[in-house]
Nanobody
C-alpha cells in the first residue's frame, strides 16, 4: 500500500508564503505524474499544478507566477512553493500522484489526506 503524506500547511497573512511537501511511502512501483489540488469550502476540487517525472510542469491560470511545483524523484517527493498568497487561496490542498505498476500496465491513483492553508489578515 502506498501513502502520500503532506506537510507544510498553516495560516499566513495575505502576501505571505508557504511551502507544501508531499512524500510517497510504502510499496511504490514507479511514481509518475504528481500534482497539487485545492478544495475550498463549498467548491469542487481543482488542479493547481502538476509535474511529470521528467519535470514538465502545468499550472492553473490562477496560480501562474505565484506558485512553483517541483519534485525530488529519488525521494518520491513533490513540493509546492506558494508566494504572494491571497485570501482566495484558502483551501484544503491535496497531493496527487500516479504510481505505475509495470507488471500489470496499470496506473494506480493516489491521494494525500489534505492539508489546510488559511490566508487571512
Amino acid at each position: 500500500q502506498v501513502q502520500l503524506v503532506e506537510s507544510g500547511g498553516g495560516s499566513v497573512q495575505p502576501g505571505g508564503s508557504l511551502r507544501l511537501s508531499c512524500a510517497a511511502s510504502g510499496r511504490i512501483f514507479s511514481i509518475n505524474a504528481m500534482g497539487w489540488y485545492r478544495q475550498a469550502p463549498g467548491k469542487q476540487r481543482e488542479l493547481d499544478a502538476s509535474i511529470t517525472r521528467g519535470g514538465n510542469t502545468n499550472y492553473a491560470d490562477s496560480v501562474k507566477g505565484r506558485f512553483t511545483i517541483s519534485r525530488d524523484n529519488a525521494r518520491n517527493t513533490v513540493f509546492l512553493q506558494m508566494n504572494s498568497l491571497k485570501p482566495e487561496d484558502t483551501a484544503v490542498y491535496y497531493c496527487h500522484a500516479y504510481d505505475y505498476e509495470v507488471a500489470t500496465y496499470r496506473y494506480l491513483e493516489l491521494w494525500g489526506q489534505g492539508t489546510l492553508v488559511t490566508v487571512s489578515s
